[in-house]
């Protein structure tokens, strides 16, 4: 399997604009989490789904950002409008409960650079 | 609210030292805890998973231990290799099944030749 597949990689975008983060989860993978990256809070969850349900999003920050999965191959992460407080690293992690073990693979993530 | 920490921030060590990057966490009651790699510009990878009934695990010269009673583990690397650097996060799973993680911001790592 090619892992998870985020896109794109890296986004300049100004203040005010849509911005779709995209991500490819590995197949048969059941859960998919969406987490963001900065320097002064670490890896931190925004929301993850099972079986293409959201179960918790008590991470999303604000009503701008919402999270879709319309299939169990294809999420999205929406930020509008965006704000140069948003710029960070988002990650997309997936994984399947197997034998007792919670394993999430990630993938590269996408660099995020509101102006 | 679970809080994870890692200490020290960034290690800068001579190849072949061995090392130990710390890991500390606040709430006992946790399901596992993983250490993964981030190489600059990244994702993450998994390195080793300790179940919360384990004490250690072990995958080539790295090391794991969990001591769940005191809140911490351990991650010893043995020979380091200017290869191993790397930016080091422990996280911890706080909930039976595929629960997210909560991770520590991490331990950069510098091996110098």
């Known amino acids: 399997d090619a892992g998870v597949i985020q896109s794109p990689r890296h986004e300049v975008t100004e203040m005010g604009q849509e911005v779709t983060l995209r991500c490819k989860p590995i197949?048969?993978?059941?859960?998919l989490f969406w987490y963001r990256q900065t320097m002064m809070r670490g890896l931190e969850l925004l929301i993850y789904?099972?079986?293409?349900?959201?179960?918790?999003d008590s991470g999303m920050p604000e009503d701008r950002f919402s999270a879709k999965m319309p299939n169990a191959s294809f999420s999205t992460l929406k930020i509008q409008p965006s704000e140069p407080r948003d710029s960070a690293v988002y990650f997309c992690?997936?994984?399947?409960?197997?034998?007792?073990?919670?394993?999430?693979?990630f993938g590269a993530g996408t660099r995020l650079s509101v102006l | 609210k679970q809080e994870v920490t890692q200490i020290p921030a960034a290690l800068s060590v001579p190849e072949g030292e061995n090392l130990v990057l710390n890991c500390s966490f606040t709430?006992?009651?946790?399901?596992?805890l993983q250490w993964f790699r981030q190489d600059p510009g990244k994702g993450l990878t998994s390195l080793l998973l300790?179940?919360?009934?384990?004490r250690e695990q072990t995958s080539g010269r790295l090391n794991a231990s969990l001591d769940k009673s005191s809140g911490r583990s351990t991650l010893y690397i043995a020979a380091s290799q200017p290869g191993d650097s790397a930016t080091y996060l422990c996280?911890?799973?706080?909930?039976?099944?595929?629960?997210?993680?909560?991770f520590g911001k991490g331990t950069r790592l510098s091996v110098i030749a």
């Open positions: 709430d006992s009651a946790i399901y596992n």
């Open positions: 789904f099972n079986n293409n349900v959201p179960i918790d």
């Open positions: 992690a997936s994984s399947l409960w197997e034998g007792g073990k919670n394993i999430q693979y």
């Open positions: 197949s048969g993978h059941d859960y």
């Open positions: 300790i179940q919360s009934s384990q």
């Open positions: 996280a911890v799973g706080t909930g039976w099944g595929n629960t997210p993680l909560v």
